[in-house]
């Protein structure tokens, strides 16, 4: 097996890339619970995708614990998240959720996913980040800060869906190439 891909969903964005790129290398795709060791170990590239929460992706943990049968193998993880990709906070989700040496041995894509209709724990860990960036509009010390916190306010308010097919082509291409 040439390619294999898995990924951890909630809402729906992560399974729904997973399936994009695995219909474009035409490879199996698995949820991280149902993946059986052997796919695993004959795997020569695994694509890992989860999404966050609470800062850290929620496949690293997968990713951790089978990384005696992953080491070796070309590997990437792809996050998704409500932050744009190119936004700096997203690399720290990586950084959180993977030791160093794991992080420099994968290869990283950040997606942009959607926020929809988020169940009552998620919509109360929200409640922070927004109450604290309302604050920071309120009462930054510059101009800088209180736009920079405008413009992370709405990156979090914002309901819109930002799952396109075409975020995929830099995974699909990675796999690729190799």
Wanted: aromatic letters at 10%; a positive charge.
């Amino acid at each position: 097996m040439p390619a294999l891909v898995l990924y951890k969903s909630k809402y729906g964005s992560t399974k729904q890339y997973a399936e994009w790129i695995g219909e474009a290398l035409q490879a199996p795709v698995r949820s991280i619970d149902s993946v059986q060791e052997g796919e695993l170990k004959e795997a020569g590239t695994v694509i890992i995708g989860g999404y966050v929460w609470v800062g850290k992706i929620t496949a690293a943990p997968f990713l951790q614990k089978h990384w005696n049968i992953l080491q070796g193998k070309r590997v990437a993880l792809f996050s998704v998240s409500g932050s744009k990709p190119d936004d700096p906070e997203v690399q720290k989700y990586v950084e959180a959720s993977l030791p160093a040496d794991i992080h420099a041995a994968i290869r990283f894509f950040p997606l942009w996913g959607r926020h929809g209709k988020l169940d009552l724990r998620d919509r109360f860990m929200m409640w922070f980040p927004r109450t604290a960036l309302r604050s920071k509009v309120r009462s930054g010390k510059t101009e800088a800060e209180r736009e920079k916190a405008r413009q992370d306010l709405a990156a979090i308010t914002d309901m819109s869906d930002h799952v396109k097919r075409s975020a995929v082509e830099p995974i699909v291409t990675w796999a690729q190439s190799l």
